[in-house]
């Protein structure tokens, strides 16, 4: 109908038409009349006819990019990818899993609704696992599983420790230095052929670092090192909060920082500087 | 000289000790009374020491199980005689009380990640707990796991992260305020939970820059039908270990409200296990249907709030499932891997 007046370059209809094709719905609904029913699978773009009868009835189907619903009546009305729970969901449970771990470690519980979630706590050159558990008040669903993953990332990374926004990467001209392990050996001379030795339980790292700072730019990958780059860094290294911070070897400490110590490359226009501070592990 | 603050149980043999300072020793006497009453409990009377013991020996005696039937605070003294003198030791505290037990029952399998462990503990003169900790062991009884000495009476503790279709072993010590500690031993459980059947993989990434691993939720979402009228599961059906849906007559249905865009595609798998006329599908409450009128499927829609339909050719339905496709401007029938008709809207 549409299509002959449009053939023809003019509509047979003096009156809008509103097409299926133009407009979105809100909810569907299946109807019986003795009927089985086993699969229900809307996606958010549109297939070809070779698409569809492809499908083997028999083979269960996986979530896909662009599903938007995926009901298998398994004994359940359940159609998102949250299974399993008869109640509102209301958050998930974040655990992560070192490989060859026996157990995963429960790193967080975030409100339904959270769109991302960035774990700064790995070690370099680890893989891991992660398993997002749905929950609910009272329940707990069947956990959604990422791919694995490699720690391959390189560098030293210092960061807030409770709220790490912002994120200080260090990979250009690094002197770590000798990195201290503070101890408490008290050795009392007692007049004897050995003395005694007395220890106590303090054991943390102290050290410090130096190296060339700045922002690597995203337009021609050079290094951008501004005033307020090392204002920020000053207030940040200084700013009496507990940090994390990760050695490039996979080490993760929990540090105090302070003293930001700038030594600029005179010879040079740009003149570059090299920046250190100090760091003490803590609990 | 022990014991010394902490308690024993006079229901079993209890072992009095004490280091020789000085001379020889000769004789010892061992005086045992309650503290609020002063009454004597035990008193071992003037005893010889054979063989005789010197300086920085240890004396050591034993107070036969049942000999004393008091619980509560008391003190000893140990006197020592040299043949010449004697001295009496200062008076030592500690507390009689039974051996207190403690229980731990898991209920195995455990069927999900976590689990709250609940230790009984029991002591006949209610010696209240002063603190406990709970261990967790892999299979091959490796420690993987604690918790803190807690300071409380609950004796509960959860451990989280249990794999799927793996054997632990969890265990609690309890320490008491007379110091009595009891230890549940090893108890074994296994962990066996389901595993989705829908498969859904979260996005994951690595930030060179941060370090940070990003978990995308964004695309996690919850979508739960109701329904309408007698709808029955049927199990097994065409897929094993997966159920169907059978939606008993037609004014039954089951309803997802879920936000579909203009351009979409919509597959549904059923089979035909009776005579079936009606709508099949509908969107929004019949502003878009697909249904079959008997004898051929069809496709209905609202065009300036009149009803259209459109239909397709003559097909006999049989007992093998069918699969419709739904794009926006067609439906698409398709049986055993080949596409029985195409009914296009205009």
């Given at each position: 109908m549409f299509l002959g007046g449009w053939l023809l370059g003019i509509s047979t209809f003096d009156y809008a038409i509103s097409s299926p094709q133009t407009?979105?719905?809100?909810?569907?609904?299946?109807?019986?009349?003795?009927t089985d029913f086993d699969?229900?699978?809307?996606?958010?773009?549109?297939?070809?006819?070779?698409?569809?009868?492809?499908?083997?009835?028999?083979?269960?189907?996986?979530?896909?990019?662009?599903?938007?619903?995926?009901?298998?009546?398994?004994?359940?009305?359940?159609?998102?990818?949250?299974?399993?729970?008869?109640?509102?969901?209301?958050?998930?449970?974040?655990?992560?899993?070192?490989?060859?771990?026996?157990?995963?470690?429960?790193?967080?519980?975030?409100?339904?609704?959270t769109l991302q979630y960035v774990d700064y706590t790995t070690q370099a050159y680890k893989t891991y696992s992660y398993e997002i558990v749905p929950i609910t008040d009272t329940e707990i669903g069947s956990p959604l599983i990422p791919d694995t993953i490699y720690t391959d990332y390189f560098g030293w990374y210092l960061m807030d420790y409770d709220t790490p926004s912002t994120v200080y990467k260090f990979d250009l001209n690094i002197k770590s230095g000798t990195i201290s392990n503070e101890t408490d050996v008290t050795t009392y001379q007692n007049y004897t052929q050995k003395p005694s030795v007395a220890q106590g339980e303090r054991n943390y790292i102290k050290g410090e670092i130096s190296f060339m700072a700045g922002e690597i730019s995203?337009?021609?990958?050079?290094?951008?090192?501004?005033?307020?780059?090392?204002?920020?860094?000053?207030?940040?290294?200084?700013?009496?909060?507990?940090?994390?911070?990760?050695?490039?070897?996979?080490?993760?400490?929990?540090i105090l920082t302070y003293g930001l110590n700038v030594s600029y490359t005179d010879e040079i226009?740009?003149?570059?500087?090299?920046?250190?501070?100090?760091?003490?592990?803590?609990? | 000289m022990t014991p010394n603050g902490?308690?024993?149980?006079?229901?079993?043999?209890?072992?009095?000790?004490?280091?020789?300072?000085?001379?020889?020793?000769?004789?010892?006497?061992?005086?045992?009374?309650?503290?609020?009453?002063?009454?004597?409990?035990?008193?071992?009377?003037k005893l010889a020491?054979?063989?005789?013991?010197?300086?920085?020996?240890?004396?050591?005696?034993?107070?036969?199980?049942?000999?004393?039937?008091?619980?509560?605070?008391?003190?000893?003294?140990?006197?020592?005689?040299?043949?010449?003198?004697?001295?009496?030791?200062?008076?030592?505290?500690?507390?009689?009380?039974?051996?207190?037990?403690?229980?731990?029952?898991?209920?195995?399998?455990?069927?999900?990640?976590?689990?709250?462990?609940?230790?009984v503990y029991t002591q006949a003169e209610s010696v209240a707990v002063e603190s406990y900790q709970y261990f967790l062991y892999d299979s091959s009884s490796v420690l993987i796991d604690q918790s803190d000495v807690i300071y409380s009476q609950k004796l509960t503790y959860t451990f989280t992260g249990f794999l799927d279709a793996s054997t632990y072993y969890v265990r609690c010590v309890i320490t008491n305020i007379y110091g009595q500690i009891v230890d549940t031993g090893l108890i074994i459980f296994t962990v066996d939970y389901v595993q989705p059947n829908v498969y859904f993989t979260p996005e994951i990434g690595?930030?060179?820059?941060?370090?940070?691993?990003?978990?995308?939720?964004?695309?996690?979402?919850?979508?739960?039908?109701?329904?309408?009228?007698?709808?029955?599961?049927?199990?097994?059906?065409?897929?094993?270990?997966?159920?169907?849906?059978?939606?008993?007559?037609?004014?039954?249905?089951?309803?997802?409200?879920?936000?579909?865009?203009?351009?979409?595609?919509?597959?549904?798998?059923?089979?035909?296990?009776?005579?079936?006329s009606?709508?099949?599908?509908?969107?929004?409450?019949?502003?878009?249907?697909?249904?079959?009128?008997?004898?051929?499927?069809?496709?209905?829609?609202?065009?300036?709030?009149?009803?259209?339909?459109?239909?397709?050719?003559?097909?006999?339905?049989?007992s093998t499932p069918y699969i419709i496709g739904v794009e926006n401007d067609r439906v698409i029938i398709c049986q055993n891997n080949i596409v029985l008709d195409t009914v296009l809207a205009f």
């Open positions: 407009r979105s719905y809100s909810k569907i609904k299946l109807y019986g009349g003795s699969r229900l699978h809307i996606y958010n773009t549109v297939k070809v006819a070779s698409f569809i009868s492809a499908i083997d009835p028999n083979i269960s189907q996986a979530w896909t990019p662009d599903t938007i619903l995926l009901a298998e009546f398994n004994h359940s009305l359940d159609g998102g990818n949250v299974i399993n729970l008869p109640a509102a969901l209301t958050g998930f449970q974040i655990y992560r899993k070192e490989a060859g771990s026996s157990t995963s470690t429960l790193l967080t519980t975030v409100p339904n609704g995203a337009v021609d990958g050079t290094l951008q090192q501004t005033s307020d780059y090392l204002t920020d860094l000053r207030t940040f290294i200084n700013n009496q909060k507990p940090k994390l911070f990760k050695s490039r070897k996979g080490d993760v400490w929990k226009e740009q003149q570059p500087a090299m920046v250190s501070f100090t760091f003490c592990e803590i609990i | 902490n308690a024993v149980d006079f229901a079993s043999a209890t072992t009095f000790s004490s280091q020789v300072n000085g001379s020889l020793i000769t004789h010892y006497r061992d005086y045992i009374y309650r503290i609020d009453t002063g009454a004597t409990l035990y008193d071992s009377t020491v054979s063989p005789n013991l010197y300086d920085k020996d240890t004396l050591t005696k034993t107070i036969s199980g049942g000999t004393i039937t008091y619980t509560g605070s008391v003190k000893w003294t140990r006197t020592l005689w040299n043949g010449i003198a004697f001295a009496t030791s200062k008076e030592v505290q500690f507390y009689s009380a039974s051996t207190p037990t403690a229980s731990l029952t898991v209920s195995s399998p455990i069927t999900s990640k976590s689990n709250l462990f609940t230790t690595l930030n060179q820059d941060t370090s940070g691993v990003t978990l995308d939720l964004a695309n996690i979402v919850q979508i739960t039908g109701t329904s309408s009228g007698t709808i029955l599961y049927i199990d097994p059906y065409l897929i094993a270990n997966n159920a169907g849906l059978n939606i008993a007559d037609g004014s039954s249905y089951v309803e997802f409200v879920v936000d579909i865009p203009s351009t979409f595609t919509q597959t549904v798998i059923f089979n035909p296990v009776g005579f079936m009606g709508v099949i599908i509908s969107y929004d409450d019949g502003i878009f249907d697909v249904g079959y009128d008997g004898a051929r499927f069809y496709f209905s829609y609202y065009v300036a709030a009149t009803q259209q339909f459109v239909y397709g050719i003559p097909l006999a339905l049989n």
